[in-house]
Nanobody
Framework: QVQLVESGGGLVQAGGSLRLTCAAS????????LGWFRQAPGKEREFVAA????????NYPDSVKGRFTISRDNAKNTVYLQMNSLKPEDAAVYYC??????????????????WGQGTQVTVSS
C-alpha cells in the first residue's frame, strides 16, 4: 500500500513556473514507476509525465515535453514535477500516481495502482 500526497499547486501567470511535490508513504516506494496526470474541467484525465524506479528513464507527452521535468528522490520518498513556461491550457488538477508497470506503459489511468488526492494548478493569461 502506498499513500501519495501532492503539494505545490497554486496560481501562476502564463510563462511562469511551479514545482509540484508528491510525498509518498508506505513500503517499497523505490520499486514503483511514478508519474503525474492532470484533469481540467470538462476533460478526461491525461498523462503528463512518468519516471522509472531509478530515475534514469522518463516519458512525457508532446504537450509538455521540453517544459516539464519529472524527478524523484527515493531517499526522501518524493517525486517532483517542475513545470516551466506554463500556459493557460496547463491549468488543471494534477495527480500523483504510482504504478507497477514500466515507464512507457504508464500513460493511462488503467496503468495506475495508487493515486494522490490532487493539487490545483491555475494559470492566468
Amino acid at each position: 500500500q502506498v499513500q501519495l500526497v501532492e503539494s505545490g499547486g497554486g496560481l501562476v501567470q502564463a510563462g511562469g513556473s511551479l514545482r509540484l511535490t508528491c510525498a509518498a508513504s508506505g513500503r517499497s516506494f523505490s520499486y514503483y514507476t511514478l508519474g503525474w496526470f492532470r484533469q481540467a474541467p470538462g476533460k478526461e484525465r491525461e498523462f503528463v509525465a512518468a519516471i522509472d524506479w531509478s530515475g534514469g528513464y522518463t516519458n512525457y507527452p508532446d504537450s509538455v515535453k521540453g517544459r516539464f521535468t519529472i524527478s524523484r528522490d527515493n531517499a526522501k520518498n518524493t517525486v517532483y514535477l517542475q513545470m516551466n513556461s506554463l500556459k493557460p491550457e496547463d491549468a488543471a488538477v494534477y495527480y500523483c500516481a504510482a504504478s507497477f508497470l514500466a515507464v512507457a506503459t504508464m500513460t493511462a489511468d488503467s496503468a495506475v495502482r495508487y493515486w494522490g488526492q490532487g493539487t490545483q494548478v491555475t494559470v492566468s493569461s
